[in-house]
């Protein structure tokens, strides 16, 4: 990313608080996390599936990419690269701006021993409940630490999937179809738990092993 980039970007944040839309038409989630390396982790998986595949694969979510035209699914997210050691006023600018654009949660995640970027958009963006995704394991401490009346909740390492769970949940108070896509989700869990419990029972331990392979 250019200077010219980041101070793009800062001007449409700001641009965009005082734009006063529609609920119905702004992201409700954000996610940020500290590079492009972390993608894979925060959005799309790899190992384990990510916020992404939470979303839009199991919630009926949509990716929001421009500020002046909304997807047509009600439930929407919007995805920046905010470092907080390389772009610290982009990082301000994200959680300063996070409430007045409309956003309702920020799921943050970041990388490497100093994972800053959860830690400090959730005391710029306070009151906006901030989930920290440690991107690694070495990142949890760093990530989960903050002092006594600076709130951050977190997931594991790598769970973004988890994030967008929880995300999801804060929304679900105030929107019943997201409460309903929850439960859902939850029901297909225990049925997939059910029909494995069965197999293995009565196909027995070699056959259902074969089976998996
Ligand atoms: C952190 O440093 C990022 O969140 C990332 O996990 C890590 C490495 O970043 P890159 O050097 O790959 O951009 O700030």
């Known amino acids: ?3 010219s980039a980041v101070e793009d970007l800062i001007d449409r944040l700001h641009e965009e608080a005082t734009q006063d839309r529609p609920t119905a038409e702004t992201p409700d989630v954000g996610i940020v996390m500290g ?3 972390d993608l ?3 959005m799309t998986g790899g190992k384990r599936r990510g916020a992404y595949d939470a979303f839009v694969e199991e919630l009926g979510f949509a990716e929001q990419t421009d500020f002046e035209s909304p997807p047509d699914e009600r439930f929407t997210f919007e995805t ?3 470092s907080a050691h390389r772009t ?4 301000t ?7 007045e654009r409309g956003l309702e949660v920020i799921i943050a995640g970041a990388g ?4 800053d970027l959860p830690n400090m958009t959730a005391s710029i963006a306070y009151p906006l409940p901030v989930i920290g995704v440690p991107v690694q394991e070495k990142s949890v401490d760093s990530v989960i630490g903050m002092p006594t009346g600076a709130p951050l909740v977190a997931v594991d390492a790598g769970k973004s999937f988890n994030a967008a769970l929880s995300a999801a949940q804060i929304l679900a108070r105030q929107h019943d179809a997201v409460r309903d896509r929850l439960v859902a989700y939850h029901e297909d869990l225990r049925a997939g738990v059910g029909n494995v419990s069965r197999d293995l029972h009565d196909r027995g331990t070699p056959a259902f092993r074969d089976r998996e392979e």
């Open 80 to 82: 920046y690269v905010t």
């Open 88 to 91: 610290p006023d982009l990082m």
């Open 1 to 3: 990313m250019t200077a």
């Open 93 to 99: 600018a994200y959680a300063e701006t996070a409430e």
């Open 40 to 42: 894979e982790t925060m």
């Open 112 to 115: 490497g021993k100093s994972a």
């Open 35 to 37: 590079s492009d390396s």
